[in-house]
């Protein structure tokens, strides 16, 4: 069982940057596949971000190309997603999640674990 507490988030403006930070309760954290997922009010969870077990490939969803950036820290068991140049449409609740697979899961489904969320909300 692998829980998963993130931080970060609030509120900020558009064009704003935002860091959010997950960490894991594992000593086996580098075996892990992790992602970054976001769910806006009345839409389906979507997945944002996702890096391999050793950080060597990652994965962006085409709406944060080149705006977000998802990293790992094994030895600290942190998974981070740093958010540059924030849009009113990035305001949803963020989660991060855990999967055991090794290919790069892109499906949310496919995650077994999952932190609590946290919410973004991008104003004008």
């Known amino acids: 069982q692998v829980q998963l507490v993130q931080s970060g988030g609030g509120l900020v403006q558009a064009g704003g940057s935002l860091r959010l930070s997950c960490v894991a309760s594992?000593?086996?954290?580098?075996?892990?596949?992790m992602g970054w997922f976001r769910q806006a009010p009345g839409k389906e969870r979507e997945t944002v971000a996702g890096i391999t077990q050793n950080g060597g490939v990652t994965y962006y969803a085409d709406s944060v190309k080149g705006r977000f950036t998802i990293s790992r820290d094994n030895p600290m068991n942190t998974v981070y997603l740093q958010m540059n140049s924030l849009k009113l449409e990035d305001t949803a609740v963020y989660y991060c999640?855990?999967?055991?697979?090794?290919?790069?899961?892109?499906?949310?489904?496919?995650?077994?674990?999952w932190g609590q969320g946290t919410q973004v909300t991008v104003s004008s």
């Open positions: 594992t000593r086996t954290f580098s075996n892990y596949v």
């Open positions: 999640g855990a999967s055991r697979s090794y290919a790069l899961p892109r499906r949310p489904d496919q995650y077994a674990y």
